[in-house]
């Protein structure tokens, strides 16, 4: 059974010859650069520097030799790009330890050693202090207004749009379309991966991105016009971006990535009455286009207590849910399973990563990684991975116990 085969049978709540793993395959079930570097020592891997594809967060992408090893079904779509090393130049990391990044980034250092991430215009979108493993967000581009506006310009100037691959590459230009088109399709053509396309396609964290949380979350309570006004105006921008996407590659793609967090710890961030009225349609516009045009999967990334809105998410056409956070209210694994288990896939929530992954022995890691696979690998609708990103200060140890353990134990 290939990977995209054994993806797809799961996908379809249907048991195949073990549980789908996964190490990357979006912006939160990847691994902090600082993290791989430690794993690669470990398995005496020496050759070339890892590839730290997302400088905001500062994740690497995992190589083949990585991948094989620990038995990896899905794959970036992202990495059929900037595939020789022409394409990056050499970054120290917090440790000290060495990585590549993309040359089109526009980064500067400070006379304080803060790290300052730019635009193409060179306006600083994000700062990462000399001590900080991330970069925070610094521009919000329509925060200091007193309500939404009536029009929208400049709305990529935020943090989170500086583009990881493929997204460098402006697919509205032939040139670079063609470019997207024939990567993707060549990625798929030459190996048996499962493909996950991140999207995106936020709503709520846009709004967030460019109002400030303080204010959308306002927004969205005593300015319904105003937010509205700006979703559909996002919404609409997105399903030009869906098409052009679908149209080239959508025959070579298994899964598209959506992200928008919902929730915090102990709720989500908005009613389900206001959900419901502001988001839920406008989600199901844009997935209803998806499921029109293609047979990809729709896959959201929503950290926090979602809980009281997953049957909305199902009502819409969700398929697949991340990163199951399981230690957030009302998460529990075991009533997530029950309650959702036939009508959606979860795709993480393998391993606690608040409270277990960084800080247990190798042995207690392993021990919640079995626990987990008996709730939510029965029957189908479960992919492995832990909960959201492995972070710089998890041993080596524990990465390869909990993906050796996942990949035996996940047997059927």
Not at 111 to 138: A, C, E, H, W
Not at 199 to 205: A, I, K, Q, W
Not at 316 to 329: D, F, K, M, R, S
């Amino acid at each position: 059974m290939t990977s995209r085969e054994r993806v797809k049978l799961v996908i379809e709540h249907k048991e195949a010859d073990r549980v789908p793993l996964d190490l990357g395959a979006m912006r939160s079930t990847g691994i902090a650069t600082i993290a791989y570097n430690n794993l690669r020592g470990k398995l005496s891997i020496q050759k070339g520097l890892a590839r730290m594809y997302d400088f905001v967060q500062q994740l690497a992408y995992p190589e083949k030799q990585i991948m094989d090893i620990f038995h990896i079904d899905v794959i970036d779509a992202g990495q059929a790009f900037l595939k020789s090393n022409d394409n990056w130049k050499e970054w120290t990391l917090n440790d000290n330890s060495k990585c590549l990044i993309p040359k089109y980034l526009n980064i500067e250092i400070d006379k304080d050693l803060t790290v300052l991430v730019k635009d193409k215009n060179n306006i600083v979108l994000g700062k990462k202090p000399k001590t900080s493993l991330y970069v925070d967000q610094t521009y919000w581009v329509y925060k200091d207004l007193p309500v939404i506006p009536d029009t929208f310009e400049d709305i990529v100037k935020h943090m989170w749009a500086i583009p990881s691959p493929p997204w460098h590459l402006n697919i509205f230009d032939d040139e670079e379309y063609k470019l997207f088109v024939n990567n993707i399709k060549e990625l798929y053509q030459t190996t048996d991966y499962s493909i996950m396309l991140a999207v995106g396609c936020n709503l709520f964290e846009t709004g967030t991105f460019l109002r400030g949380m303080e204010n959308f979350l306002c927004d969205i309570y005593i300015d319904k016009k105003g937010t509205k006004r700006l979703l559909d105006f996002l919404v609409e921008r997105n399903l030009r971006l869906l098409d052009r996407v679908l149209r080239g590659v959508g025959e070579y793609v298994d899964i598209l990535q959506f992200g928008d967090d919902l929730g915090s710890q102990d709720r989500p961030f908005m009613s389900p009455d206001v959900f419901r009225e502001i988001f839920k349609p406008r989600y199901k516009k844009m997935w209803d286009f998806v499921h029109s045009n293609s047979d990809c999967k729709i896959f959201l990334h929503s950290c926090g207590s979602i809980y009281e809105v997953i049957p909305d998410l199902i009502d819409i056409g969700l398929e697949i849910l991340n990163p199951v956070q399981t230690t957030a209210v009302n998460m529990e694994a075991e009533r997530l399973k029950k309650e959702f288990g036939k009508d959606i896939t979860f795709w993480g929530g393998g391993c606690d990563t608040q409270y277990i992954l960084s800080t247990a022995t190798a042995k207690e890691v392993g021990e919640d990684v079995k626990r987990r696979i008996d709730i939510f690998a029965k029957n189908g609708g479960f992919v492995f991975n832990q909960i959201h990103n492995i972070l710089a200060n998890v041993p080596p140890e524990n990465i390869i116990a909990m993906l050796e353990v996942a990949y035996e134990y996940g047997k059927y």
